[in-house]
């Protein structure tokens, strides 16, 4: 079932059909998540099941781009699993959530696709879900989610010290919001 549709991108509910091989490499590839806390330590299919509740709603990325002789090109289907994105801890006495996302496929890194995904979610989350805020953290030094969350209108709201270890040394956690506009 499609949930959000936008110009390259179909977000559709998780569910078990999306746990294959590729997403388990995604998980623990350590340049995809460089930045991410999964993939730090191996993930098996047996730890991963439908991630979706009453406070946590995950969707696979289907995107209409696909490498063709090294190039992209738009395709006039959505099939193309190539990440996720989620709005978890949802809150619903106080209409806040997080989003996180992984664009698991490298052939899609730079072409807006989180971007986008971000836009989605945040416009289901105060639209559809009537929230009032959502927040994302980001490690110091990813630059590319730095990007995505400020093109978005999000805002950095604070910072948590030496919060993250990356090869041998810690970086803080940035902490970012974006309230719904009345």
């Known amino acids: 079932m499609t949930y959000l549709v936008g110009k390259h991108i179909k977000l559709v509910k998780f569910t078990d ?19 991410l806390h999964t993939g730090r330590m191996p993930i098996s299919k047996s730890q991963i099941s439908d991630r979706n509740n009453d406070n946590n709603i995950m969707f696979a990325i289907m995107s209409n781009l696909i ?7 738009e395709d006039d289907d959505f099939l193309e699993f190539i990440g996720t994105i989620s709005l978890n801890g949802i809150d619903w006495i106080n209409r806040k959530g997080e989003i996180g996302y992984m664009v698991g496929s490298r052939d899609h890194w730079g072409y807006g696709i989180a971007t986008e995904a971000v836009a989605l979610v945040a416009d289901y989350a105060f639209n559809r879900l009537n929230l009032n805020k959502t927040e994302a953290g980001v ?8 990007k995505v969350l400020e093109k978005n209108g999000f805002k950095e709201y604070g910072r948590i010290p030496c919060d993250y270890a990356l090869e041998g040394k810690y970086y803080d956690s940035i902490r970012y919001y974006k309230l719904q506009e009345w």
Do not use: A, H
């Not at 059909?17 to 930045?35: A, G, V």
């Not at 490690?139 to 730095?146: F, Y």
């Open 67 to 73: 490498m063709e002789d090294g190039k992209m090109i």
């Open 139 to 146: 490690v110091e030094g990813n630059i590319g989610s730095t």
């Open 17 to 35: 059909r999306f746990i294959i091989p590729k997403y388990l490499d995604w998980l623990n590839d350590q340049d995809i998540n460089r930045y």
